[in-house]
């Protein structure tokens, strides 16, 4: 089984460390490639392709909500999972076209696999539903 490629995108490197950390360690997933601005996370996932993007909400330029918007627009989007320090309902996560929101607290392995699993599952009822098979 092929390796779920993930992108790492935060403004702080202790935070992009940590993040690949529990990546690596977490079976089925390899890090391609991390970005320290919206900006770079739009370019490197254009260059890398990854599946996942891992993407921090405050970031310097464009915001993680906008990058992710944005990147949702791509003719084969990768997931987006934002990720932040404050709690989920300071922002407005409506039309960021991410997967979901988890907390930076509780990221770990097991919440990695939970998050992919989940939102391929939503993936797949989409493009189910856009073909219009039940």
Not at 100 to 124: C, I, M, N
Request: proline share 6%.
């Amino acid at each position: 089984m092929p390796e779920i490629r993930v992108l790492v995108v935060d403004d702080q490197e202790p935070f992009r460390r940590a993040m690949a950390t529990v990546v690596e360690e977490t079976d089925g997933f390899v890090v391609v490639g991390s970005a320290a601005s919206g900006e770079e996370s739009l370019v490197a996932a254009a260059e890398l392709a990854p599946q996942l993007v891992l993407m921090d909400v405050h970031l310097p330029g464009i915001d993680g909500l906008e990058a992710s918007r944005r990147l949702s627009l791509a003719a084969e989007p990768p997931v987006v999972v934002l990720l932040s320090t404050y709690d989920e309902d300071q922002f407005d996560l409506s039309g960021s076209g991410a997967a979901s929101y988890l907390a930076k607290a509780t990221f770990g392995p097991d919440r990695l696999s939970e998050v992919w699993s989940a939102a391929r599952h939503q993936l797949v009822r989409r493009e189910l539903d856009a073909r219009g098979d039940p």
